[in-house]
């Protein structure tokens, strides 16, 4: 099967309609923050025969793929090990910077990397492998006040308190390895009430694999890194898939967005002037068309800016 066939890109059409107006002149650089299997970018590297690619991922196995990918294009492509919090130091003056967040889509499929609730794999949900603490070791070391704080704050989790109960008392026995005995667990203890809610390990999982790969703060300091480093005219795309990304982003948009101006001042100063203008009303969402072709276009939310001009 091709790499077309497992992998789709969601929201492509609409990425290269809010990226293209920065991507159009000779020698501009687009930077694919999360560069996954590469499909967004190989459409970008067709549609603009101008641009240099820079894509950074921390995924080693996705780098590989997705050089495999690009190789027609090798000339133009520049692939960086990273984590994207660490982007201003490979976008500096970029026409365009996209976000592809949460997990990939080879992250999901590929059950050894126990991401996916519904299939049993060793629990590790590490998007580098090379480094950092494994989901199994969260839920073997940390308290259960700890496992409670992440499942609500990054789950949003309601039955938090006693699924972190349920986890201290399991691992006293045996500590949980895979993701079928986590899964069994948590069935276990949510009432029967609170399953026609939807599947019980959903929140619990993406609250694990957010704290693995330390999300949110990467994010936090990655969205205001990537706009301080676009060029003048360049644009910004961010497709995020829960709340708690879509808020971050949010915020960062808003902000720079905003006039700094003090209340009452009769005449705007340039320095006070926003920084950035959103190009998308709200957060964006795909159509019908796509989230029935492509499932994994069901919780996105895309957002969209144009930096204006340089901090003063």
Do not use: W
Request: with cysteine.
């Amino acid at each position: 099967m091709s790499l077309r066939d497992i992998h789709t890109p969601v929201l492509l059409d609409r990425c290269v309609e809010l990226l293209g107006p920065a991507l159009r002149r000779d020698g501009a650089v687009l930077v694919d923050a999360t560069l996954g299997m590469g499909g967004h970018s190989e459409s970008f590297l067709e549609r603009f025969p101008n641009i240099r690619l820079v894509g950074l991922d921390r995924d080693t196995d996705a780098l590989r793929i997705a050089g495999e990918r690009l190789a027609r294009f090798a000339d133009r492509v520049t692939l960086v090990h990273t984590v994207y919090d660490e982007i201003g130091l490979h976008a500096q003056g970029a026409s365009g910077i996209l976000f592809d967040l949460g997990v990939s889509s080879l992250q999901l499929d590929e059950a050894d990397r126990g991401f996916a609730y519904s299939k049993d794999a060793p629990l590790d949900m590490r998007m580098d492998q090379t480094r950092g603490i494994t989901a199994a070791q969260i839920l073997a070391e940390y308290s259960e006040g700890q496992l409670r704080r992440i499942f609500e704050r990054y789950g949003e989790e309601k039955l938090a308190a006693r699924y972190a109960r349920f986890i201290v008392q399991a691992r006293e026995t045996r500590p949980l390895t895979r993701s079928g005995e986590l899964v069994d667990l948590l069935v276990e203890a949510t009432p029967a009430a609170a399953q026609r809610a939807g599947h019980p390990a959903k929140r619990v999982f993406q609250a694990l694999r957010i704290e693995v790969n330390t999300e949110l703060s990467v994010l936090a300091d990655a969205i205001p890194a990537a706009m301080d480093a676009l060029a003048v005219g360049g644009r910004i795309a961010v497709m995020s898939y829960q709340s708690l990304e879509d808020r971050l982003v949010k915020q960062a948009f808003a902000a720079a967005s905003s006039s700094t101006a003090p209340a009452g001042l009769p005449v705007e100063l340039p320095e006070h002037a926003p920084r950035f203008r959103v190009l998308t009303k709200g957060a964006e969402l795909a159509g019908e068309e796509e989230r029935a072709r492509n499932p994994r276009a069901i919780p996105v939310r895309l957002r969209a800016a144009e930096k204006l001009r340089e901090t003063a």
